[in-house]
């Protein structure tokens, strides 16, 4: 089975801009997960979406949203950025949702640099 | 609240030496518990977790982790280190919110560094 994937794997915005950031599961897998890890902060939950509807959200500022189709596959969008937005964007799936026992699988992520 | 503290930022170990990596927690009713590993450039790894059962979970690449309910703690373990277990490591949580969803609330990460 193919891994999560996850493009592009590299951007470079400059602040005000938005982008857009996009999650492929593994086959089968429902559930994906989206966390944003930086050096100061670490690994923060952004939020989770199950069969198309947003389960679960993290303490983020409403310009960070996102979205699932009906495949499975996940995008998420940042509006008007800011430097502190420059971070690793990791996307998880798994079969269930975080409310089960399910482990999680990782994409190699989306490294965004804001300027 | 819960939360998760990994209290080293690295270990240090020699290969073919026993290591430790340490993980406590706090939550609210029985503890959902996860450890992933990070190499340079990639996304997380899973090792192994511990939902139910047997205090001592063996997970992959030899690592193991021992619960223990009264000092809130699920160490990492593996008997003889390796120069390519050298990585960051981060244990993990599962945290139930108000509306009944759960979320996974990470560590710090600890690095591991194996010497030759």
């Known amino acids: 089975k193919a891994g999560v994937t996850q493009t592009p794997r590299y951007l470079i915005k400059t602040r005000g801009q938005q982008v857009t950031l996009s999650c492929s599961p593994i086959?089968?897998?429902?559930?994906v997960s989206w966390y944003q890890q930086t050096p100061g902060q670490g690994l923060q939950f952004l939020f989770e979406y199950f069969s198309e509807t947003q389960r679960n959200k993290g303490n983020f500022p409403g310009r960070f949203s996102g979205r699932q189709f009906s495949n499975s596959r996940s995008e998420m969008n940042v509006s008007t950025l800011e430097l502190g937005d420059s971070a690793l964007y990791l996307c998880a799936s798994s079969w269930g949702s975080q409310s089960s026992y399910n482990e999680q699988f990782f994409g190699p992520g989306t490294r965004l640099t804001v300027l | 609240a819960q939360s998760v503290a990994q209290p080293e930022d690295q270990v240090n170990v020699a290969e073919g030496n026993p290591l430790t990596v340490k993980c406590t927690y706090s939550?609210?009713?029985?503890?959902?518990l996860f450890w992933y590993v990070q190499y340079p450039n990639r996304g997380l790894q899973f090792l192994l977790k511990?939902?139910?059962?047997?205090?001592l979970v063996k997970g992959s690449y030899g690592f193991e982790a021992e619960f223990n309910k009264s000092q809130t703690s699920f160490h990492l373990k593996k008997p003889s280190a390796l120069v390519s277990d050298s990585a960051l490591y981060f244990c993990?949580?599962?945290?139930?919110?108000?509306?009944?969803?759960?979320?996974?609330?990470f560590g710090a990460g600890t690095r591991l560094a194996v010497h030759p």
């Open positions: 993990a949580v599962r945290s139930t919110n108000s509306g009944g969803y759960n979320k996974l609330i």
């Open positions: 086959s089968g897998h429902r559930s």
């Open positions: 939550v609210s009713g029985n503890p959902y």
């Open positions: 511990y939902i139910t059962g047997d205090n």
